[in-house]
Nanobody, 125 residues
Framework: VQLVESGGGLVQAGDSLRLSCAAS????????LAWFRQAPGKERNFVAA????????VYADSVKGRFTISRDNAKNTVYLEMNSLKPEDTATYYC???????????????????WGQGTHVTVSS
């Protein structure tokens, strides 16, 4: 599976931005796709995940109510809609894939076998 992120950029606090992750290769019906982010000098943190088939999503507390993860099965693309952006949302955002979705393990980066190259988001105050 290959993952390609896009949509990052420079925005102001309070703005919105939508990230995309295009997946190619074999995407299984019960797979998991997730977004993680990593700020300079900090560890990679979970943002959101969804099940490719069943309608199931998981969010980090820090983004609940502001970010929405969704998918377009026909396009093999996962989106991360980010609203009310804050300077602390500044990071490189990575898309990740695993063959199976599990709510308990979805927030763990080591769950995922495939990663994209990342797209950078900068939120200015």
């Amino acid at each position: 599976v290959q993952l390609v992120e896009s949509g990052g950029g420079l925005v102001q606090a309070g703005d919105s931005l939508r990230l995309s992750c295009a997946a190619s290769g074999r995407v299984f019906s019960y797979s998991a796709l997730a977004w993680f982010r990593q700020a300079p000098g900090k560890e990679r943190n979970f943002v959101a995940a969804l099940a490719w088939g069943p309608n199931s999503t998981v969010y980090a507390d820090s983004v609940k109510g502001r970010f929405t993860i969704s998918r377009d099965n026909a396009k093999n693309t996962v989106y991360l809609e980010m609203n009310s952006l804050k300077p602390e949302d500044t990071a490189t955002y990575y898309c990740a894939y695993n063959d199976r979705f599990d709510r308990r393990s979805a927030p763990l980066w080591k769950t995922y076998s495939y990663w994209g190259q990342g797209t950078h988001v900068t939120v200015s105050s």
